[in-house]
């Protein structure tokens, strides 16, 4: 089936309340609206923006729905089966979030959306809340999880990948003069490792808070370790006069190993914060800090959702309480006919076998 798009223009810099966008109620998976959001008449930038719609239906209910981003920068509203639930007027707009972890959130000027009533029997179409945005954030939340797991394992392999370095280097103190060299190189290596790692070497401006230790809390155990060897390179350093044939093959062996070493420390940064592609295709935005961001803007996001909510239900409970408040009715007597009459309030009269009158307040 042939989807039916609306399309309509809105400039963020001027009200745009004659925008109307007209369904049929009861419509499904069938009607889109394509928006260009424009700025002082020029095609707006929604790199880095994830749009969501938000408004209320004829009803009274919410929605707070995710929207796509076409190729050619036209933002996709889906008129859902719950948009299109309610006949009438419902008024919308559309909210712009950063992605980047920023506080920043940009609104249009509202537009309208009018449902036209089904010709048939609308009665069994049940009305709701739709918070497709939030089904997206839990979703983003397991992603974020794996991820981290991924990070761990990450530092683990560095980690494994500075031992083997550590005991290659210790191979080549057969030779005095190749043993030092090989052993600095190691030692640089290893200090680099730590430093992505866990930090604490002092070789990188800021690596105390550039590590994957400080994103995914799973280095903390390997200091000591890394102490540890960095002492036995120490010693080994000193039996290099006993060693001294085999010192040419150990060293090309340390200095493969401290490579592989460096490697790894490489990759655990890029799953740890990112690399702009350097390392891994995509790791600018597949990476623990990138997912970071993203879980704080959706949390900000939800926030925002649970405020609106809020209003509403404090505006139902006061609209209840006016109603049980206007139950005082007005009585007057008809002299002519002898009649006597009220208005206002909300009762329920009967005569009981007795002719007694019966009352009741109804609500």
Not at 40 to 68: A, M
Request: proline letters at 2%; aromatic letters at 8%; a negative charge.
């Amino acid at each position: 089936m042939n989807p039916i798009i609306t399309y309509i223009t809105t400039d963020l810099t001027a009200n745009n309340n004659f925008n109307y966008v007209r369904a049929v109620q009861g419509d499904n998976q069938t009607r889109y609206v394509h928006i260009t959001l424009l700025d002082n008449q020029i095609p707006y930038n929604l790199s880095d923006i994830e749009p969501v719609l938000r408004g209320s239906k004829p009803d009274g209910t919410t929605i707070f729905n995710h929207c796509g981003i076409s190729d050619n920068g036209e933002i996709i509203v889906e008129l859902t089966g719950q948009i299109l639930a309610s006949a009438g007027t419902g008024k919308y707009e559309i909210a712009l979030y950063k992605t980047n972890g920023q506080d920043e959130v940009l609104t249009s000027f509202p537009f309208n959306i009018y449902v036209s009533p089904a010709s048939f029997n609308a009665g069994n179409i049940t009305s709701s809340d739709e918070f497709t945005e939030l089904s997206g954030i839990i979703k983003n939340i397991d992603s974020i999880n794996q991820n981290v797991e991924s990070a761990k394992d990450s530092a683990e392999n560095a980690k494994l990948s500075a031992d083997q370095a550590v005991a290659s280097a210790v191979s080549a103190s057969d030779s005095a003069t190749q043993a030092d060299l090989s052993a600095a190189d190691a030692l640089s290596s290893s200090k680099l490792s730590k430093s992505w790692a866990i930090g604490g070497t002092g070789i990188r401006e800021g690596e105390d808070t550039d590590n994957s230790k400080y994103y995914s809390q799973l280095s903390s155990d390997h200091m000591d370790t890394a102490k540890s060897y960095m002492d036995m390179t120490e010693t080994y350093k000193n039996d290099t006069a006993l060693l001294k044939e085999a010192a040419s093959d150990s060293a090309d062996t340390a200095s493969s190993k401290a490579a592989d070493a460096f490697n790894y420390a490489e990759l655990s940064r890029s799953y740890a914060i990112g690399t702009e592609g350097t390392v891994r295709e995509g790791d600018g935005s597949d990476n623990s800090y990138y997912y970071s961001l993203q879980s704080a803007s959706s949390a900000r996001r939800a926030n925002d959702l649970l405020n609106q909510i809020d209003v509403k239900t404090q505006n139902s409970l006061q609209q209840i309480e006016d109603a049980l408040s206007s139950t005082t009715p007005q009585f007057y007597f008809d002299h002519a006919s002898g009649m006597l009459s009220y208005s206002g309030g909300r009762f329920h009269w009967a005569l009981d076998n007795n002719g007694h009158l019966l009352w009741e307040v109804t609500i």
